[in-house]
């Protein structure tokens, strides 16, 4: 944590106008101690600075969307010090879903490691934040991304413990299985589809309803925390 404040004082990395944007639109931050909420700060302003926003069938995107969007990555990524999804080097943002040529499908968002980019649609990366109901296409987007950082050889790699991905494994397979044969009541459908699709739906409830995830699962929930080093629970029981 040094860095944050030796090289740059304690002078703010974000406008006035910046923080004002994750005051009223980002509970996450407005949950964190006020130290964590300047570190929180600054890997908002690295991602941002190291990222390029590609607006498509719309004018541009404004620096409002740039912050929450960029808030979105740090909130997955805040327990580990130096992981901000380096491989993604493009957020590409469109108005509403869009027509995915790989798929041939309507998207509200998808990950292409091949060419760093991150694809979102503004629509629903803000009702996702909106509602906290599980279901947050920002955090859903950014935890493939992350998912697959950690796999990807670069100077990110292995952030996550392989002993507590192979319990993750174990306990995910059983979720699934629940989903897949109906007695499942807690995670979305959609979480039945895959080990990655699993991850991201677990993610959304993670961080959006800790207490019930918690109680519908300890052990899962634990893993997880354990995967991100970072317990929300913890956030909300501090306010
Ligand atoms: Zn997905």
Redesign the pocket.
Same mark, same amino acid.
């Given at each position: 944590m040094q860095e944050y404040f030796s090289a740059q004082g304690w002078s703010n990395p974000l406008s006035r106008r910046e923080r004002d944007t994750l005051n009223k639109n980002f509970e996450f931050y407005r949950m964190l101690p006020s130290r964590s909420r300047r570190i929180f700060e600054y890997r908002v302003k690295r991602f941002r600075e190291t990222t390029e926003f590609i607006p498509r069938e719309m004018p541009m995107i404004t620096d409002q969307m740039e912050i929450l969007i960029s808030a979105s990555a740090i909130q997955l990524t805040f327990g580990f010090d130096d992981v901000i999804l380096s491989h993604f080097e493009r957020v590409i943002v469109y108005p509403d879903q869009f027509f995915s040529t790989t798929s041939q499908r309507f998207h509200k968002? &998808? @990950?292409n490691p091949r060419f760093g980019t991150i694809v979102l649609s503004w629509r629903y990366f803000v009702e996702g934040y909106a509602i906290n109901e599980g279901v947050n296409l920002g955090l859903? &987007?950014m *935890?493939?991304a992350l998912q697959l950082e950690n796999v990807i050889m670069n100077d990110e790699f292995g952030f996550m413990d392989d002993d507590d991905i192979r319990m993750w494994q174990a306990l995910a397979g059983q979720e699934m299985e629940k989903i897949n044969n109906g007695t499942g009541h807690f995670f979305r459908e959609?979480g039945g589809?895959n080990h *990655? &699709?699993f991850f991201? @739906?677990a993610v959304e409830n993670f961080f959006e309803r800790p207490m019930e995830f918690s109680e519908y699962n300890e052990t899962l929930y634990r893993t997880m925390c354990r995967l991100l080093q970072q317990d929300p629970l913890l956030l909300m029981k501090s306010i």
């Open positions: 968002g &998808e @990950v859903h &987007e *935890a493939h959609y589809t *990655a &699709e991201s @739906v």
